[in-house]
């Protein structure tokens, strides 16, 4: 898609960090939005930041683990703009632990809802329509560099971003195979400075409860290190922006991590065993 002015784009999440970022940035491309976020302080914030920008953008409150959530996501949009062009399934949760535990099931269950149910739901509910409007459409896929080397601690998280990136590429080649129109990407960055260490802010009651009261994850100190000397938000909305315009699927922001890939691979076919490596 080269030409997005005038064009709508969906974005879950996308009221705080890199869905706010590609808010700004699509919408400087002159496109329509609707942002989508269960957080409606920063949701209303966001939309009022952009209409003063001029952009025509609304916000809907919405939790990417519910399909009829998202399918009124999908009627809503349609009621506002029209046809959806750009879909970011972008919303996203962060949490971290030891797989031999037992007693977080419900935290995994949350991320894997959100994180890739939340994607599932946006490519089944919004593609036909994205298709069938034949006007050309894009589908970003918000994975991780979680979803290419598998950190230790990180269990539910690594399982989730390596299920949007399955379903990213199974997408891609599917699109292209039925001559949809349709372009697809997947974000996989490393680190990026937003707000995803504080993740339990939208913590299920479920979840909550197997919490042993505020106290922090076994690895959220080393995870908002890390995250605070990330990549500015700015930087990756630049790049999803560029590969919806050159219809570019992979979309890696980090060059330093692009060697967790390839020793990944290379590990592979020569058998060689895993060791406790992230991807920075
Ligand atoms: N920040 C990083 O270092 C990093 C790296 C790789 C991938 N990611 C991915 O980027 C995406 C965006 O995260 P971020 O880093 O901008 O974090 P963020 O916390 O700043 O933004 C995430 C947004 O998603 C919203 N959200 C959470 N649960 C939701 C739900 N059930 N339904 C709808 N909205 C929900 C939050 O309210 C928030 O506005 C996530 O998918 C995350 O996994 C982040």
Same mark, same amino acid.
């Given at each position: 898609?080269?030409?997005?002015?005038? /064009?709508?784009?969906?974005? *879950?999440?996308?009221?705080?960090?890199?869905?706010?970022?590609? %808010?700004? #940035?699509?919408?400087?491309?002159?496109?329509?939005?609707?942002? %989508?976020?269960?957080? $409606?302080?920063?949701?209303?914030? %966001?939309?009022?930041?952009?209409?003063?920008?001029?952009?025509?953008?609304?916000?809907?409150?919405?939790?990417?683990?519910?399909?009829?959530?998202?399918?009124?996501? @999908? *009627?809503?949009? #349609?009621?506002?703009?029209?046809?959806?062009?750009?879909?970011?399934?972008?919303?996203?949760?962060?949490?971290?632990?030891?797989?031999?535990?037992?007693?977080?099931?419900?935290?995994?269950?949350?991320?894997?809802?959100?994180?890739?149910?939340?994607?599932?739901?946006?490519? /089944?509910?919004?593609?036909?329509?994205?298709?069938?409007?034949?006007?050309? =459409?894009?589908?970003?896929? *918000?994975?991780?560099? =979680?979803?290419?080397?598998?950190?230790?601690?990180?269990?539910?998280?690594?399982?989730? /971003?390596?299920?949007?990136?399955?379903?990213?590429?199974?997408?891609?080649?599917?699109?292209?195979?039925?001559?949809?129109?349709?372009?697809?990407?997947?974000?996989?960055?490393?680190?990026?400075? *937003?707000?995803?260490?504080?993740?339990?802010?939208?913590?299920? $009651?479920?979840?909550?409860?197997?919490?042993?009261?505020?106290?922090?994850? @076994?690895?959220?100190?080393?995870?908002?290190?890390?995250?605070?000397?990330?990549?500015?938000?700015?930087?990756?909305?630049? %790049?999803?922006?560029?590969?919806?315009? $050159?219809?570019?699927?992979?979309?890696?922001?980090?060059?330093?991590? /692009?060697?967790?890939?390839?020793?990944?691979?290379?590990?592979?076919?020569?058998?060689?065993?895993?060791?406790?490596?992230?991807?920075?």
């Amino acid at each position: 898609m080269d030409d997005l002015s005038g /064009k709508t784009a969906v974005i *879950t999440g996308g009221a705080s960090g890199i869905g706010l970022a590609m %808010a700004r #940035r699509f919408g400087a491309a002159g496109m329509n939005l609707v942002l %989508a976020d269960v957080e $409606d302080g920063p949701l209303d914030a %966001a939309v009022e930041e952009l209409s003063a920008a001029g952009v025509e953008v609304c916000g809907m409150h919405c939790d990417v683990s519910d399909l009829a959530a998202i399918q009124e996501l @999908e *009627t809503f949009s #349609r009621e506002q703009f029209g046809n959806v062009h750009v879909l970011c399934n972008n919303a996203g949760v962060g949490s971290g632990g030891l797989i031999a535990r037992s007693d977080d099931i419900e935290q995994w269950r949350w991320v894997i809802d959100v994180n890739l149910w939340g994607v599932i739901y946006g490519c /089944k509910v919004f593609l036909p329509a994205m298709i069938e409007h034949g006007e050309g =459409a894009h589908v970003i896929n *918000t994975a991780s560099m =979680a979803g290419h080397a598998s950190a230790p601690m990180m269990g539910a998280y690594n399982v989730s /971003k390596y299920g949007v990136v399955a379903l990213s590429e199974t997408l891609v080649k599917e699109m292209q195979m039925t001559q949809s129109g349709v372009g697809v990407s997947v974000l996989c960055p490393a680190f990026v400075q *937003t707000a995803i260490g504080s993740s339990r802010r939208n913590m299920p $009651d479920e979840a909550r409860a197997e919490l042993d009261g505020d106290q922090p994850s @076994e690895v959220q100190s080393a995870i908002d290190q890390m995250i605070a000397a990330g990549i500015p938000p700015a930087d990756v909305a630049e %790049a999803v922006h560029d590969a919806v315009v $050159d219809n570019q699927f992979w979309i890696l922001t980090h060059e330093e991590a /692009k060697p967790a890939i390839t020793d990944r691979a290379r590990q592979i076919v020569e058998g060689i065993n895993p060791t406790p490596t992230g991807f920075v």
